[in-house]
Every structure is written in structure tokens, then in C-alpha cells.
């Protein structure tokens, strides 16, 4: 028999040959049939994960502009927030889940807004201790020989010059912020979001209705994705 023949894919139903077996992943027209039958608990589903994911992504931009904020007064106060940021960024979401679920209850989501609010804070921090560097020293003397005050010089030149910065911080928060919340619902707490029905499906075979939510949370990235997007550029714009 020839290498070929030995390696050919074999038939699958209707005639179709398939290349994957359908419980690794099932056909397009499968996943769509879950899709149109289950599309309401999408929606619920995709609401809860939703929720959590913009309470964690607005809290942790707000707590990474305001820390951004402290360390530009001060090399002293920066070097002390760099490496706890920096520990931030490399806690494992698979470790942390569990504990914060179980500190908060099998019925509260504040673990899960908590994982999305660490996961959007570094980021936003980072973006935005950047963009407070980006003043040109000639335009802080202008404004210091017109005796304005270090708090006038902040909201007329370092803020508007850090804006930009910010957006794009957030806007790479929003896709962090929306996986860190799913893959939360994977470890305890309350089943209805997007991460638990997955793991609730494809603990019971149904690989379709699985996919079928895979592609729901796929949507919901997208979204926060793309009005971030939108709000950055209207930043970049006004700037």
C-alpha cells in the first residue's frame, strides 16, 4: 500500500471527509445549529461574563491612571511600584481564581471583577506612565516662567499629552480584561457566564454547544475590542 493510501483521511458522514474528528472540533454547520437553538443563554451568559469583565476593566483603568499618576511626582514612589507591578503582571489568573472565588462565595462575582481589574491595571499603568513622559521639557519651563502652578502644568500639558497613551492602554486592557474574566468562571462561583457553560459543555461531550459558546465569547472580545478602538482613535483625534 502506498504512503498515500495510508494517510488518506477517511470518510466521515454525508460523504464528508474528515481531516479532524468531530469531537476536537465539530463542522461549521453543527456549531451554527447550537448557536440559533441556544442563543438566549448566550446572551445571559454573555451579559454576566460582559458585566464582569467592564467592572474589572473601568476599575483597573482607574486604579492604573491614579498609580500612574503618583509615580510621575516621584522617581522614589516609581521605583517602589515598579516591581509590584511587575508581580502583577506574572500572577498565573489559573492560581489566583480559586482562592478570590472562594474568599467571596459560590454566589458573588467580585472575584471575578477582581481578576479583570488586575489584569487591565497593568497595562493601563504602563501606557500611561509612559504617555507622562512624553512632555517636552521646553513646554514645562514655558509654563513655569508664566508661573503656573505644578497642578496647571499637569492638567494643560502632561495630562493632554498622556491621553492617547491611556486609550491605547485601555484598549489593550478591554481583550485582557474580557479572557481573565472567562477563564474565572472556569474555577468555582456562581455557572452562568460564558466560561462556565464551556467548561459545563464540554464536560458533558456536547463539543458543538461548547464551540457554540467559544464563539459567543469570541464575539464579546470583539466587541470591547472595537469601542476601544473607537474611543482611542476619537482620543488620538482630539489631541
Known amino acids: 500500500m502506498s504512503t498515500a493510501a495510508r494517510t488518506r483521511p477517511s470518510p466521515g458522514p454525508r460523504g464528508r471527509t474528515a481531516l479532524v474528528e468531530a469531537y476536537l472540533l465539530p463542522s461549521p454547520a453543527a456549531i451554527g445549529e447550537e448557536i440559533v437553538e441556544f442563543w438566549p443563554s448566550m446572551l445571559s451568559a454573555g451579559a454576566i461574563t460582559g458585566l464582569n469583565a467592564l467592572v474589572g476593566l473601568v476599575a483597573g483603568s482607574l486604579l492604573g491612571i491614579v498609580a500612574a499618576l503618583i509615580a510621575s511626582t516621584s522617581r522614589l514612589i516609581d521605583g517602589m511600584l515598579a516591581p509590584i507591578v511587575a508581580a502583577l503582571a506574572v500572577i498565573p489568573i489559573v492560581a489566583l481564581a480559586p482562592v478570590l472565588n472562594t474568599m467571596f462565595g459560590a ?3 467580585t472575584g471575578r471583577q477582581l481578576i479583570a481589574s488586575l489584569a487591565a491595571f497593568v497595562p493601563v499603568f504602563i501606557t500611561t506612565a509612559r ?3 512624553q512632555t517636552q521639557p521646553v513646554h514645562r519651563e514655558l509654563m513655569t516662567s508664566f508661573a503656573a502652578t505644578p497642578w496647571q502644568v499637569m492638567r494643560t500639558i502632561t495630562l493632554p499629552t498622556a491621553v492617547p497613551y491611556t486609550f491605547t492602554g485601555i484598549r ?3 481583550s485582557l480584561a474580557v479572557i481573565s474574566a472567562l477563564v474565572a468562571e472556569y474555577f468555582g462561583g456562581p455557572r452562568g457566564g460564558l466560561g462556565g457553560l464551556i467548561s459545563t459543555s464540554a464536560a458533558s461531550s456536547a463539543y458543538p454547544r461548547a464551540w457554540a459558546y467559544v464563539v459567543a465569547a469570541i464575539v464579546l472580545g470583539l466587541a470591547f475590542y472595537l469601542v476601544t478602538l473607537a474611543l ?3 482620543a488620538s483625534r482630539r489631541r
Open 107 to 109: 454566589d458573588s462575582q
Open 131 to 133: 504617555g507622562l513622559r
Open 172 to 174: 489593550l486592557a478591554s
Open 232 to 234: 482611542e482613535r476619537w
